[in-house]
């Protein structure tokens, strides 16, 4: 079975702090993504990953960067964390040429 | 680019009764479709998709979704519900060809009623 898994279930993190959360993926998949989750708006794109040291902008990319160092792991950072980035955010993989995205089960961030 | 519209954001049904989730989507190109679930504190799964071939396609649990060109919809349908049906559905749209990212809709919260 694909297992994507996220450091955290749960994060609390004050206003103005750096924020990493981590994706890991043991399938051997070329792409990986990352969303958030917020009621009444699905999922939104923040940025996804072709291969190692690839990165791309998705829809909402602002406040958020993404690291990509070895194939199996995609962490998203949150330079300056900002209320308005209280979230549920999910991360994904995927086989380049397949189209099922594997999710992982999502960390829910509390910025005060 | 492409876009999802899931017009109902929740939908209460008696258990064992019949349910219809709607998605419709916009593209000018020739897209693939899908159906996630997200169950209670867990992440999106996928529950069925449509690649080409027949405009039908099933679940193992019983959901089915029917690919209608003409009406640019992928609505999704299950004969008889169960309580574990309760979850969150998402539909969501991906252009043919290279490594486009998925677009998702914005959910439709199933809940059954006892």
């Known amino acids: 079975d694909v297992k994507v898994t996220q450091s955290s279930r749960y994060l609390v993190k004050r206003t103005g702090e750096k924020v990493f959360l981590e994706c890991v993926q043991d399938m051997d998949h070329e792409n990986m993504f990352w969303y958030r989750q917020d009621p009444g708006l699905g999922l939104r794109l923040i940025y996804f990953?072709?291969?190692?040291?690839?990165?791309e902008k998705g829809d909402i990319p602002e406040g958020y960067s993404v690291s990509r160092e070895k194939k199996e792991r995609f962490s998203l950072i949150l330079e300056s964390a900002s209320t308005n980035q209280t979230s549920m955010y999910l991360c994904a993989s995927r086989v380049t040429s397949l189209y099922e995205q594997y999710f992982g089960p999502g960390t829910r961030l509390t910025v005060t | 680019a492409q876009s999802v519209t899931q017009l109902d954001s929740q939908v209460p049904v008696f258990e064992e009764a019949p349910v219809e989730l709607r998605c419709n989507y916009s593209?000018?190109?020739?897209?693939?479709l899908f159906w996630y679930v997200q169950y209670p504190n867990q992440g999106l799964q996928l529950l069925l998709k449509?690649?080409?071939?027949?405009?039908l396609v099933e679940s193992i649990n019983g959901f089915e979704a029917e690919f209608n060109k003409s009406q640019t919809s992928f609505h999704l349908r299950k004969p008889s519900v169960h309580i574990s049906d309760t979850a969150e559905y998402f539909c969501?749209?991906?252009?043919?060809?290279?490594?486009?990212?998925?677009?998702f809709g914005t959910g439709t919260r199933l809940t059954i009623i006892p």
């Open positions: 969501a749209v991906k252009r043919k060809g290279g490594n486009e990212k998925l677009t």
């Open positions: 990953s072709y291969d190692v040291k690839m990165k």
């Open positions: 593209s000018s190109v020739s897209v693939y």
């Open positions: 449509y690649l080409s071939g027949s405009t």
